[in-house]
């Protein structure tokens, strides 16, 4: 079990490249063997999820390459099998699109129920199954293995999304580009994700129109052909380097962004006292001084994002003041807070609400991170802390961030990878 150990106090400055959109990446991968042909994927970050979903295709024989670190060629035209029920399935929860994928080629789908970030509340799929039946596909569950078949065909339908969800528009939309007729996706999700994604099927063959609003249109085509296509960076990712910034201090160039999709971001760190200045591709952010509180309520795209919160969270540990936070998308999202306490963080949870009273400092303190995000929260209080933290469990932070210890390092912070051997327990005698 590997920890970071941080030696915190460290300002921030230099210039940082953003990766490969960790949730446009996961959701890609999958859609290929939607494609009879051989598709070529660039600027994916090679992060854990990413080498989950590569062992999934290849244990379903599908081909898959790195070409090159970042690029990979999926090769599906062999593949003759729906089913996915490998225990690897659990170890994330984008192995989901399986099903949407399965069902626009093969009409079946057989794939275990999928895992992923458990940060307190439900993750239902709920309205994946209410698309797919819409399509005509007879869904079941059974034994933790979700059954979809549509051996009659897939029909176009209109479907309403009772929740905003990405993985449902997603999901759904990987189905029904397939299907015969026109299906209207409404109250759709709109993150940058889902207009890479469409982007990524149309550039395959497919007719979506709509992405990235609420209401998407999709014409069914018989047939998805190959080719070459190139993620969003990650503005999650991004975001979260303006976070460390934020909380450490110093100036740091953030490249290889769509500063549209950080608006959100960017007006809430501008709002806390940070200096932003958008270059191109790329933004400045620099501290020049104390952080001022905020509400702020995380909300589906355009809205402040879900996946900032707890890095927010940590930040406005350190501001003036009392901030709020109200998480909008999940039941619950804030388990970081006990953690953050150990730190010195003065944080009061209610149900989906969170009352920040702003202190002088962190203190170092061994921590353990309980999800991906709330992992990079930890990180960002421990660069700015005084002392040393130790950050265990950051397997879940290794899912979504790509050379987080090197990137960090190369902009001054003091963090490193630590492997710790297992503990032996002593057979008993
Ligand atoms: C995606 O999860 C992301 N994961 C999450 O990011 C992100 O927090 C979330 O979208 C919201 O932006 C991936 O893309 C792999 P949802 P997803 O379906 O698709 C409810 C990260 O840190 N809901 O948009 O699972 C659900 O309970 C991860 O990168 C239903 O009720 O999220 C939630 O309250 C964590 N029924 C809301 O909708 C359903 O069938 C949004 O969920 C589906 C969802």
């Known amino acids: 079990m590997d920890k970071y150990v941080i030696h915190g106090g460290k300002p921030l ?26 598709v070529r994927v660039e600027n994916i970050p090679m992060i854990q999820d990413v080498i989950i979903e590569m062992e999934i295709l290849r244990e379903l024989g599908v081909k898959v390459r790195a070409v090159n670190p970042g690029t990979l060629e999926i090769d599906s035209r062999g593949l003759n099998r729906f089913s996915a029920v490998s225990d690897l399935n659990l170890k994330m929860r984008a192995s989901y699109y399986l099903i949407g994928a399965f069902l626009g080629r093969f009409h079946r789908a057989e794939v275990a129920m999928p895992g992923g970030c458990n940060f307190g509340g439900v993750r239902p799929i709920d309205q994946h199954m209410k698309g797919f039946e819409a399509l005509g596909a007879k869904m079941d569950t059974r034994g933790g293995v979700v059954y979809a078949d549509a051996t009659e065909g897939l029909k176009g339908a209109n479907i309403y999304l009772d929740v905003v969800s990405v993985g449902a528009t997603m999901n759904i ?18 993150e940058p994700h889902i207009v890479d994604l469409a982007n990524f099927l149309n550039s395959m063959g497919a007719d ?17 052909t190959g080719g070459v296509y190139s993620t969003i960076p990650d503005q999650i990712e991004a ?31 501008e709002e806390m006292g940070l200096e932003m200045e958008e270059v191109d591709d790329s933004i400045r952010i620099t501290k020049t001084g104390k952080l001022r509180r905020i509400q702020v309520k995380t909300l589906p795209y355009p809205g402040f994002p879900t996946d900032m919160q707890p890095q927010l969270g940590a930040v406005l540990c350190l501001a003036e003041g009392t901030s709020i936070i109200t998480e909008g998308v999940w039941e619950s999202r804030f388990r970081y807070s006990d953690e953050l ?68 390092q190369r902009l001054g912070a003091d963090i490193r990878r630590v492997s710790v051997p297992a503990v032996a327990i002593p057979k008993a005698n």
């Open 341 to 408: 306490r150990r730190m010195g963080a003065k944080i009061q949870v209610d149900g989906k609400v969170a009352v920040i009273e702003g202190v002088e400092k962190f203190t170092g303190a061994l921590v353990r991170a309980s999800d991906l995000r709330a992992g990079a929260a930890l990180v960002i209080a421990g660069l700015a802390a005084e002392g040393t933290t130790e950050v265990e469990e950051i397997a879940y932070i290794e899912r979504g961030y790509e050379d987080l210890v090197g990137k960090l």
């Open 239 to 269: 975001g979260t380097y303006m976070a460390a910034v934020a909380a450490a201090g110093g100036s740091v160039l953030i490249k290889n962004i769509i500063p549209k999709h950080l608006d959100c971001i960017t007006a809430k760190l």
């Open 208 to 224: 979506i129109m709509g992405a990235g609003t609420d209401v998407i249109k999709i014409r069914g085509v018989s047939k998805l």
């Open 13 to 38: 400055f230099g210039e940082v490249n953003i990766s490969g959109a960790k949730n446009a990446a996961v959701a890609i991968i999958p859609a290929a063997i939607l494609v009879d042909g051989v």
């Open 173 to 190: 939309m990987m189905a029904a580009c397939m299907a015969e007729g026109q299906t209207v996706i409404e109250n759709a999700a709109k």
